[in-house]
């Protein structure tokens, strides 16, 4: 069974740091593009991060560029967010998910699977 589990998130001040993980488990993780989603109450679900399946390629949404990273750990079938200088804005679940295929940009469309999400909050 298809498994993606969120954790790392929490409550930190404006300014700070976090660093989400999302841990992959019944797939073949290194054919999976990943990315990094996030949706705050009364918002749409927004794209933040994407990473291809061997890690090489990434893209990111202009709100989070020069801030957030994606990276990958293929042997721990982990993909990684960190989350620097982060905003009240960034105030959201975050969600991780990944999609088959060797696309440089994975396009998170129906065929995709979907974590459970983890609270990030970002006090002023």
């Known amino acids: 069974q298809v498994q993606l589990v969120e954790s790392g998130g929490g409550l930190v001040q404006a300014g700070g740091s976090l660093r989400l993980s999302c841990a992959a488990s019944?797939?073949?993780?290194?054919?999976?593009?990943m990315g990094w989603f996030r949706q705050a109450p009364g918002k749409e679900r927004e794209s933040l991060a994407t990473?291809?399946?061997?890690?090489?390629?990434?893209s990111y949404a202009d709100s989070v560029k020069g801030r957030f990273t994606i990276s990958r750990d293929n042997a721990k079938k982990t993909v990684y967010l960190q989350m620097n200088s982060l905003k009240p804005e960034d105030t959201a679940v975050y969600y991780c998910?990944?999609?088959?295929?060797?696309?440089?940009?994975?396009?998170?469309?129906?065929?995709?699977?979907w974590g459970q999400g983890t609270q990030v909050t970002v006090s002023s």
């Open positions: 998910a990944g999609t088959l295929g060797r696309a440089s940009r994975p396009q998170f469309g129906t065929n995709t699977y």
């Open positions: 990473i291809n399946y061997s890690g090489t390629s990434t």
């Open positions: 019944g797939l073949t993780f290194s054919a999976y593009g």
